[in-house]
T-cell receptor
Framework: GENVEQHPSTLSVQEGDSAVIKCTYSDSASNYFPWYKQELGKRPQLIIDIRSNVGEKKDQRIAVTLNKTAKHFSLHITETQPEDSAVYFC???????????FGKGNQVVVIP | GAVVSQHPSWVICKSGTSVKIECRSLDFQATTMFWYRQFPKQSLMLMATSNEGSKATYEQGVEKDKFLINHASLTLSTLTVTSAHPEDSSFYICRVQGLGDYGYTFGSGTRLTVV
């Protein structure tokens, strides 16, 4: 089955700096890669996603890049702000269908 | 955007009792609902996939007789934790998919504590 690995497990950055989280996946049939932000005690919120026919996608301060050959994708947050502090989960579709396998999450702390 | 309601938001129950969790899509028809479990500071683990009107598909290692899933309508799926034990204490959360997309919306989650 799909195995999604997420690194690093924790990341601290100074406010205004950039943060990068990387994920790798194992299933070559995976074709959908969403990123979720989860604040303590709340539901995960989709922040950006990318499909396998695209290499990069950007939405304001957030971008995602995908390398299908290497089977990894990354989340980039620029100009970080304290409200970006949360746990971020990457996910990959399983067998190219609508089920998702999640990474273990990354705790991002933005230091004011 | 899609609105998904999950109820209850938290519940405390005694060992051996059963607990039912509801997941409702309020403004669209949910063809598929996914149930996840999340232990503290851990990832979301997919438990099962339910399609309206058919039996749920369980992931490996998830006991179907313990975690009963019913998806009787296009707007409601329920997860019943039967004969709950303390090790079942967790955060249970649904994810909902409508027609033609992968489904971006999670329910608000249910914090289950079994004492």
């Amino acid at each position: 089955g799909e195995n999604v690995e997420q690194h690093p497990s924790t990341l601290s950055v100074q406010e205004g700096d950039s943060a990068v989280i990387k994920c790798t996946y194992s299933d070559s049939a995976s074709n959908y890669f969403p990123w979720y932000k989860q604040e303590l005690g709340k539901r995960p919120q989709l922040i950006i996603d990318i499909r396998s026919n695209v290499g990069e996608k950007k939405d304001q301060r957030i971008a995602v890049t995908l390398n299908k050959t290497a089977k990894h994708f990354s989340l980039h947050i620029t100009e970080t702000q304290p409200e970006d502090s949360a746990v971020y989960f990457c996910a990959a579709s399983i067998n190219g269908n609508n089920r998702l396998a999640f990474g273990k999450g990354n705790q991002v702390v933005v230091i004011p | 955007g899609a609105v998904v309601s999950q109820h209850p938001s938290w519940v405390i129950c005694k060992s051996g009792t059963s607990v039912k969790i509801e997941c409702r899509s309020l403004d669209f028809q949910a063809t598929t609902m996914f149930w996840y479990r999340q232990f503290p500071k851990q990832s979301l683990m997919l438990m099962a996939t339910s399609n309206e009107g058919s039996k749920a598909t369980y992931e490996q290692g998830v006991e179907k007789d313990k975690f009963l899933i019913n998806h009787a309508s296009l707007t409601l799926s329920t997860l019943t934790v039967t004969s709950a034990h303390p090790e079942d204490s967790s955060f249970y959360i649904c994810r909902v998919q409508g027609l033609g997309d992968y489904g971006y919306t999670f329910g608000s989650g249910t914090r289950l504590t079994v004492v």
